[in-house]
């Protein structure tokens, strides 16, 4: 595969940036607001936490496999594009990753959005369950994620394995994607549903194969982009389109033990993105763009945040405790985006030489 220089033709995916960055912006809130209703033991209706949340990491998969796609495009034909994207990524994920599980386990940070005072907040875990975590291989070893949200990590970092054959299918044609997702998907069932038992191993990667899908959902809307053509919907109809994927979600109901009902909610999401045009800029765009910027840091350290205003500070006035969390909610996604995830990057990118701009690497995590 690192031989297929040709398979990088002229024509390029035109994204909607501002779209992308509003979804993601939209992903990473869905997720920080879910876990804090969660441990204030709120909830919300007529979505309660859990969908709040499941639909926060599925707007991440679609949205993460399409950028992914792009970033490929931009890399430009060269012999050795597959080595060269996965040390991007690695420099890109693990940094943050192993920091964060690192600081969690040596100052003892709640683990899981569980209402304060939760017996599960105070946590012990074994060597071999760090290494695993800061690995990113928990789901195989089938070891508990520390911090709990690291449970995406490792199916994202599995899946990128099958990400340069979908980059090739996608730009061969839509129909391509399409039967790729037919076939994953068909997978998958066979697998949650215990048709390959014979295969050794197989279920230590179930959760890898139950959210594949999704991930070509995002692929699928790359394809799609590359075809060119004008999108017939107008930007402000984006946000109508997503509260339609929302409700194909709350009739699909996934739940922990059906992940594959969250399927339709995906390849919605990625067919409204192929059809509505960019958004205007706006204070709206901008903002996202700053959230989407921090979003990778805002989605593993929050519950640091969390602890630290709500659990630490707990002496102060509640008003201020807010005003802590407001302020660290803010300053420490941003101040770890500059002194880790950054630094990250600009290494990845050093080592492959890769001169494109470095704001285009942190739209994906």
Known sequence: MTSAVSCFPMSAASLPERNLDLLRAAAVLCVLIAHLLAVWSLDTTPIDNWELGRIGVLLFFVHTSLVLMSSLERQGPRPDWVRAFYIRRAFRIYPLAIVTVLVTVAFGIMPHALPFGSPGLIIHPHLRTVVADMALVQNITQDDPVPGMLWTLPIEVQLYL????????????????????????????????????????????????????????????????????????????????????????????????????????????????????????????????????????????????????????????????????????????????????RPGIALGRRIVHVRTPIATEVAAP
Do not use: N
């Not at 790729?180 to 890898?208: K, M, N, Q």
């Not at 999108?231 to 922990?256: D, M, N, Q, R, Y």
């Not at 999401?269 to 990778?296: G, K, M």
């Not at 201020?320 to 500059?338: D, E, S, T």
């Open 162 to 341: 099958m990400l340069p054959l979908a980059f090739l299918l996608a730009r061969k044609s839509v129909w391509a994607v399409v039967a790729a997702f037919a076939a994953c998907g068909a997978f998958a069932l066979l697998v949650t549903h215990g048709y390959t038992d014979r295969i050794p191993g197989l279920w230590r990667l179930e959760s890898v194969v139950a959210f594949a899908p999704c991930f070509v959902a995002g692929v699928l809307a790359y394809a799609i982009l590359r075809r060119g053509g004008h999108p017939p919907l107008p930007g402000w109809s984006f946000a109508l389109l997503l509260l339609g994927c929302v409700a194909i979600f709350k009739f699909s109901h996934p739940t922990e033990e059906l992940p594959a009902r969250g399927w339709p909610f995906c390849i919605a999401v990625a067919l409204a993105i192929t059809l509505v045009r960019d958004v205007s800029e706006s204070w709206l765009t901008r903002v996202a763009h700053s959230i989407c910027t921090a979003s990778y840091s805002i989605y593993l350290l929050h519950l640091a945040v969390f602890w630290l205003a709500f659990v630490v500070l707990k002496d102060l006035p509640m008003a201020l405790q807010w005003v802590m969390f407001c302020v660290f909610i803010i300053g420490i996604p941003v101040a770890a985006y500059r002194t880790i995830e």
